[in-house]
């Protein structure tokens, strides 16, 4: 079992910059692939990022040259670094793992509005 916690979420002025983290726990051993997707209002769930245990990344083309995936893995947390915010990213920000299964977090708001 792998618990997700988010943080950082919030609201921000377009243009802006948030941080957000995910902090993994529990059967942290066996964790492979960490990322984030999100979902906004009367939208299905999107891919946003994703980091392997190699440090490899990929992006959605929407998010690309603007966020990005980090990963301490002392800490076991990846961050999603958000800047040149849009009011398009306004969405709940869902962190996810790959620990022999998928795992996901709670969510955490992202407001982008002036």
């Known amino acids: 079992q792998v618990q997700l916690v988010e943080s950082g979420g919030g609201l921000v002025q377009p243009g802006g910059s948030l941080r957000l983290s995910c902090a993994a726990s529990?059967?942290?051993?066996?964790?492979?692939?960490m990322g984030w997707y999100r979902q906004a209002p009367g939208k299905e769930r999107e891919f946003v990022a994703i980091i392997r245990s190699s440090g490899s990344t990929h992006y959605a083309d929407s998010v690309k040259g603007r966020f990005t995936l980090s990963r301490d893995n002392a800490k076991n947390t990846v961050y999603l670094q958000m800047n040149s915010l849009k009011p398009e990213d306004t969405a709940v920000y869902i962190c996810?793992?790959?620990?022999?299964?998928?795992?996901w977090g709670q969510g955490t708001q992202v407001t982008v509005s002036s």
């Open positions: 529990g059967s942290i051993f066996s964790i492979d692939a």
């Open positions: 996810n793992c790959n620990a022999s299964m998928w795992y």
